[in-house]
Structures are given as C-alpha cells and as structure tokens.
C-alpha cells in the first residue's frame, strides 16, 4: 500500500511542474486524496460492502469535487489534475499512466445493466472538460482535447477533438514533405496547414495542397507529351504568384496565433 502511495506521488511530480514537495503534494493536491479514497471504496465495493463503499465515495466527492464510482477500475499512476467536477462511472475501465484534467466525464449513454462506460488504455490523457460517453475503447497513449465530446472508439496514438470527436491522424512524413513544397510553390505560409494544432480550416487547405500537386503532376506529365509531339504550348511560363501578394494574409494568420496577453 505504501509503495503504491508513494508512487502516486511520484507521478505527481512527474506530470505537474507546480508542484514543489511531497508535503505540498500530500496535503494539497485533491486529485491524489480521490485516487486514495477510491481504493478503499472499491475494496470494499469488490468484498460485498457496496453500502459503505458508496458512502467512503461520497465522502470522497465531498472532500475533493471529484466523483468516482466504487465499482471503477483504475491502473496504476494515475493522475487527477485540479480535478474538479470529474465524475467516473460504475463500468470505466482506467490503465496505468492515465492523466484526467478538470471537468472530464466518463459517462454512459444507455440506461442498460453491464458495461456502459469507457475504457482508457495506459498514457491516455484527457483534456479539460472533455466527456467520454459509451462502452468504447481509447487506445493507449491517445489525447482527448478540451471540451472534446467523444461517443467511438480512438485508435491508439490518435487525437481526437470537437464536437462531436473527431480523429484526427498525423500524415506521413512523405505526404507532409508534398504538402509544403506545394505551399512554398504556391506562395502560402507553410505553418497554416500543420498538424501540431489540428484545425478543420488547415486540414482543408492540406486537402486542397495535396489535390494540387496531384494536378501538378498529371500537368507535367501532359506537357512532356505535347512536347514529345511537337507542340511548344507548355513553353509557356505560368503566372507568378508574389510574396506580397499573401503578406497580409500571413500577418492577419500570425497575429490570431499569437495568445492574448
């Protein structure tokens, strides 16, 4: 029990800069007093004693704005942070590693006896506010953004954001090398259609980029054939595209990246 403890404390440190010592840690961090409570609510859940496993969790609840059913599973490491408003239902399934952030819900969307809620593989995090609703699989080591609404299952390694969720799958390197050489072609700030911040808008210029090239291609690809039959028509150079053209644009993209003060 003890080696546990200190392993819960541990991770703390590990996942939260703020934290500065491990009697700060013990007495002020909720997220860990849950986690505790938590497992001696689901001992006495698994040994018969569901009355006063709802009651230790209840107390739990009261003590720490976070709510976890006596009947939830969870690994090892795992990490509440703040926490408040959590709520983590009967059938949730957690893995090692995992890492909650305020306001997250595990939740149910059937009214049905067995499993109802969802399963966290090891080094899911999940972002605040974020709800989590189904009988459904989130691989390991996949994100949920902030205030996310995810009803299917995530691949592992995947991100899912919005409303409802949406998986959002990193390209290749290949397809990313094709996409910025078209955007550097085209005159475009490379940095609209990057992947670290997934953005409907970016992923539907990457889209436009890549049909673009592909276009490109079966352009060169006519030319070398009219000049094989004799034709100079491609002989022509197409209109340049000039970088002042899109400055305003590139500085209007900057200045809404840019967080506010």
């Known amino acids: 029990m003890f080696e546990r403890m200190r392993e819960d404390i541990q991770s703390v440190f590990h996942r939260d800069p703020a934290a500065r010592n491990t009697f700060e840690v013990v007495t002020c961090y909720p997220g ?15 040994s018969g004693w569901k009355w006063l496993a709802r009651v230790v969790s209840n107390f739990g ?17 795992f990490f509440i942070d703040h926490g408040m ?24 969307t059937s ?12 080094g899911v995090v999940v972002g605040a506010g974020a709800k989590v609703l189904g009988p459904f699989t989130v691989g390991a080591g996949a994100k949920i953004g902030s205030n996310a609404v995810v009803t299917k299952a995530v691949p592992a390694g995947a991100t899912a954001v919005g409303i409802p969720g949406k998986i959002i799958v990193k390209s290749d390197g290949e397809q990313e090398a094709k996409r910025q050489a078209m955007a550097e072609k085209i005159g475009f700030d490379a940095y609209g259609v990057g992947q670290d911040m ?27 054939a009219l000049t094989a039959l004799g034709s100079d028509y491609c002989g022509k150079d197409l209109p340049t595209l000039r970088d002042e053209d899109f400055a305003d644009v590139c500085k209007d993209q900057q200045a809404s990246d840019k967080p506010a003060a």
């Open 85 to 108: 408003g959590i709520v983590i239902g009967e059938t949730a399934e957690i893995g090692n590693d995992v890492t909650l952030y305020q306001g997250v819900t595990l939740g149910g």
């Open 198 to 224: 997934p953005d409907p808008v970016a992923r539907a210029i990457g889209q436009l980029l890549d049909h673009l090239h592909a276009v490109d291609g079966r352009l060169e690809g006519m030319c070398k």
């Open 111 to 122: 009214w049905n006896k067995g499993k109802r809620h969802p399963t966290l593989e090891d």
């Open 32 to 46: 860990l007093h849950a986690v505790w409570l938590h497992r001696a609510a689901h001992s006495l859940w698994r």
């Open 61 to 77: 609840r009261w003590l720490t704005g976070i709510e976890i059913h006596p009947g939830a599973r969870i690994g090892r490491r």
